[in-house]
């Protein structure tokens, strides 16, 4: 892992040691690299100390040193999170902010790819979901006479929800009447991301301990091989800690200055 950025050596080795960084951080400072990656930041205005930074962003490269995926943002207070990009690109378990939410049929294991936040971080909520021998739910896409799982969120000026990933379906066909559906069986994994807020909207709404509280319902219809039963919502809620950023400069002398 390596981080690039236009500033000098200097200020790169002030932070480091300040923040106790170890992976390599690199100085692009007239921006060459970042315009020739064409991620210059054109909203920063030439002149202002600002000018050259870059889009806020992740590449992901192989062995060879070809980029297979890259995540970025158009908003430069807005950033994904290392743990966001293991848990959806490359399918880590998520392990912050733990809870178990049961239903009359499943077990729902509540997590979150990070337990510590900041304003404007993208992070990943995940349902790992358990469902009891021989039953079924269906899955988004199923037609109108059934009744699909749905992940709700509460809404909040705390957070931007995005929309629920949901993994593919199994077809299962239903003899008794002579159907074939998509459905979810045993186990199965929904992955949801949220981007938290600016300071302004978030810091009002935490809890006594300075936690950020999400909240939600799984709602589903589950089936065995001769019944379904009445649909169920299960409560779900997820509480991740909030941290200021690191607003401390580096030493006047060494701090980057407007042309």
């Known amino acids: 892992m390596a981080a690039i950025s236009y500033d000098s050596v200097a200020v790169l080795k002030s932070f480091a040691e300040r923040r106790g960084i170890t992976f390599p951080l ?23 100390m600002q000018y050259g930074i870059p889009y806020p962003g992740t590449y992901l490269l192989d062995r060879t040193g070809r980029v297979t995926e890259k995540y970025f943002e158009d908003d430069y207070t807005q950033r994904y999170t290392s743990a966001q990009i293991l848990v959806n690109h490359f399918g880590e378990s998520a392990s912050a902010a733990h809870s178990i939410a049961d239903g009359k049929h499943l077990r729902i294991s509540v997590t979150a790819s990070n337990e510590r936040v900041r304003s404007g971080q993208r992070i990943s909520l995940v349902m790992d979901v358990q469902l009891g021998p021989h039953f079924h739910v269906y899955a988004p896409g199923v037609k109108s006479d059934y009744i699909p799982i749905e992940w709700s969120m509460k809404e ?9 990933a949901y993994p593919s379906s199994k077809m299962l066909r239903l003899e008794a009447i002579k159907e074939t559906v998509p459905v979810y069986q045993d186990t199965f994994r929904l992955v949801r991301d949220v981007t ?14 300075g936690r950020l509280v999400i909240e939600g319902g799984l709602k ?4 065995d091989d001769k019944l379904c039963y009445p649909p169920e919502t299960v409560p779900v809620r997820w509480a991740v800690q909030v941290e200021g950023h690191d607003r401390e400069r580096a030493p006047a002398e060494l701090q980057r200055k407007g042309k």
């Open 220 to 223: 589903y219809q589950a089936c």
């Open 196 to 209: 938290v807020a600016r300071d302004a909207a978030l810091r009002p709404l935490l809890d006594a301990e």
């Open 156 to 164: 909040s000026p705390a957070m931007t929800v995005h929309p629920a």
């Open 26 to 48: 690199l100085s692009d400072p007239e921006s060459k690299i970042i315009r020739d990656f064409g991620i210059l930041n054109e909203q920063a205005q030439q002149g202002t």
